[in-house]
C-alpha cells in the first residue's frame, strides 16, 4: 500500500501539532499519545515520537515531569508550557484560516 | 546452546541470546548515528531504551528469563526506525506516512503472536472418563458442550422411539469414532488450541503447586537439605512431564500412521499417600478385572444368541431376536454399569481430577435411566414390537424394490 508521499509530507508538518493538542488535553506518557495516533492516519512509533517531544520541549512548548507508576519503573508525563499553549492557539486560528481558504478555493 | 548476554536497559538487567543482542545494538547504533549533533542525543536514547526494556517485559515471565532475537526483531518493528526530528531535512524519509502501514501490521503482528497458530479444529471423540458404555454420548456431550445426561437421554428416547435403531447407531459409532486418548485429542474433543501456550500454562500451574508444596516444606524445615530436596524434586516433575508429552506426541504420531490406538496415556499423579494409591490401585484393577470378565461373557452370550438363537439355549421371554439382543445389552449394562461407575470414582482419584463424587452420580444417573429403559421394555415391548413390526412391513416392499433394482442392475452389466 503505497501512498502518494506528497500526503506524507502534509502529514509530518501536521504531527507536531496533533502531538501539542493531545498534550493538552490532559497529563499523558508516550504511550498515551502512540494509543490516540494509531487508530488514525497519524499512527506513529516511538522511534519519531521520542525526538518529536524531545525538540519540542527544548523549543520549550512543553515540559515532563517523572511520576511513579502503578505498575513498573516512573514514567515521564508531559504537559505543555505556556509557550505551547500560545503556540497551539496559533496553530489552531491558522488552521480555521487554512481551512476556509482552502474551502474558497476551487468550488 | 546459546551465549546470553546481559545488558542494562533503564537500570534492569536483561538477558539476551547474543544474535537478540546484536540486533539491539545495531538498532541503537543507527539510532545514536541518525541523532548525531541532537543536543538531546543521549536523552532520546535514553528514552528508546526505556520503551525497548518496557517492550521486553512482555516477552519474559519467570519461565523464560533470556530474550531472542525474533522478539527483538518483533520490538524493533514496533519502536520503528528513529527520525531525528528535524522536519524535513531528510528527504529519504517518508515520516509517519510510510511508517503507518508497517505501525499497523506490526500491532496486529503482536495481536497475533499471543494467540494460537492456527484455529483450533474440533473432532468428534469417544472419551472413556466417565463414559456409561463406550462414551459415545459423553463424546457427543463434550463435542456439542452439553451436559451429557441430557444426550443419553435423548439416545434413550430416541432408541424408543425408533425402536432400537438408535441403539444399533449407537454400536456403530462406537466401532467407528476413535477414542480420545491422548492429550491433543482431548483437547481437540473440545475445540480447544493444543500448542506451546496451553503447555506453559500447565507448566505454570504444576510448578504453583510445586511452589506451594516446597513453601509447606519450607515451613516445616528451613534447612539447606530442604530447598535442596524441593529443588531435585522440581527438577524430576519437570523431566518427568517432559517425557509424559514426548511420549504422548510420539503415541498420537503412531496412531495416526498405523491407525493403532496408544495405550491411555496417565496424565501425572498427585502424591497420594502410598496406601491410598495402593488400595485405589487394588480395586481399580480389581474391578477392571470384573468389567472385562462381564464383556467377554456378554460377548460370548451375543454370540450365542446370534448363532443359535438362544442365549446358552436358553430363551425365557418370546421375543424376537432384535428385542433379545436389546435385552442382552440392557443385562450388560445394568451389571456392568454399578461396577464401571465404581471404577470411575475411583480412577480420578488416582488421577487427581477435582470430580471424583461427579463420576459417580454420573454412573448413578446413568443407571437410573436404564432402569427406567428396561421398565420401558418390559412393560410396554407389546407396543415396541407392534411398532417395528410395522416398520418392517412398512419398509419390506422398498427393501425388495431396491433388491429388484439391484439384481437387474448387476445381472445387466454382465
Known sequence: MSEDPKLGALRKGFLEFLVLRIIRGSKVYVADILKKLAATDFATQEGTLYPLLSRLRREGLLDYQWQESEAGPPRKYYRLTAAGERQLAEFDAYWVRLNQTIDSMGS | ?414
Open chain 2, 1 to 414: 546452546m546459546r551465549p546470553v548476554i546481559s545488558v542494562s536497559l533503564n537500570g534492569r538487567a536483561y538477558q539476551l541470546e547474543d544474535d537478540a543482542h546484536a540486533a539491539l545494538a545495531e538498532y541503537l547504533d543507527s539510532a545514536a548515528r541518525e541523532l548525531a549533533g541532537n543536543p538531546d542525543q543521549a536523552e532520546i536514547l535514553d528514552d528508546l531504551e526505556h520503551a525497548i526494556a518496557d517492550k521486553l517485559e512482555r516477552c519474559l515471565n519467570p519461565h523464560k528469563t533470556v530474550v531472542i532475537r525474533s522478539e527483538i526483531e518483533q520490538v524493533i518493528r514496533e519502536m520503528g526506525p528513529v527520525d531525528s526530528g528535524v522536519a524535513g531535512a531528510s528527504p529519504h524519509d517518508s515520516g509517519p506516512a510510510g511508517e503507518a502501514p508497517a505501525g499497523s501490521g506490526t500491532a496486529a503482528g503482536a495481536g497475533s503472536s499471543r494467540e494460537p497458530d492456527e484455529p483450533a479444529s474440533k473432532r468428534l471423540y469417544q472419551i472413556s472418563d466417565g463414559a456409561l458404555i463406550s462414551g459415545v454420548c459423553k463424546g457427543i456431550s463434550v463435542y456439542l458442550d452439553i451436559d451429557v445426561t441430557l444426550v443419553r437421554l435423548l439416545f434413550v428416547i430416541a432408541a424408543v422411539l425408533t425402536g432400537g435403531l438408535a441403539i444399533l447407531v449407537y454400536i456403530v459409532m462406537m466401532f467407528i469414532v476413535p477414542y480420545a486418548n491422548t492429550a491433543e485429542e482431548h483437547a481437540a474433543a473440545r475445540g480447544l488450541p493444543f500448542n506451546a501456550r496451553v503447555l506453559v500454562e500447565q507448566a505454570k500451574l504444576k510448578a504453583a503447586q510445586l511452589a506451594d508444596a516446597a513453601a509447606q516444606a519450607a515451613m516445616h524445615n528451613r534447612s539447606r537439605e530442604a530447598r535442596m530436596q524441593w529443588k531435585a524434586e522440581w527438577r524430576k516433575a519437570r523431566a518427568q512431564w517432559r517425557q509424559e508429552r514426548r511420549r504422548s506426541r510420539a503415541q498420537w504420531r503412531a496412531y495416526r500412521w498405523t491407525g493403532i490406538p496408544p495405550a491411555t496415556a496417565s496424565p501425572a499423579a498427585p502424591p497420594l499417600p502410598p496406601l491410598a494409591h495402593l488400595i485405589c490401585g487394588l480395586i481399580a484393577a480389581a474391578l477392571g478385572l470384573v468389567g472385562a470378565l462381564v464383556t467377554v461373557a456378554w460377548l460370548f452370550a451375543l454370540f450365542s444368541l446370534l448363532t443359535t438363537g438362544a442365549v446358552f439355549g436358553w430363551m425365557p421371554f418370546h421375543l424376537p431376536l432384535w428385542g433379545a439382543v436389546i435385552a442382552l445389552l440392557l443385562i450388560y449394562l445394568a451389571v456392568e454399569s454399578p461396577v464401571r461407575a465404581v471404577r470411575h470414582a475411583m480412577v480420578p482419584r488416582f488421577y487427581g481430577y477435582p470430580y471424583h463424587w461427579y463420576a459417580f452420580w454420573d454412573g448413578l444417573v446413568g443407571l437410573a435411566l436404564l432402569a427406567l429403559a428396561l421398565w420401558y421394555v418390559t412393560h410396554h415391548g407389546h407396543d415396541l414390537q407392534n411398532s417395528f413390526d410395522s416398520l418392517q412391513q412398512n419398509l419390506q416392499p422398498a427393501w425388495h424394490q431396491f433388491l429388484l433394482a439391484w439384481q437387474t442392475l448387476v445381472h445387466g452389466t454382465h
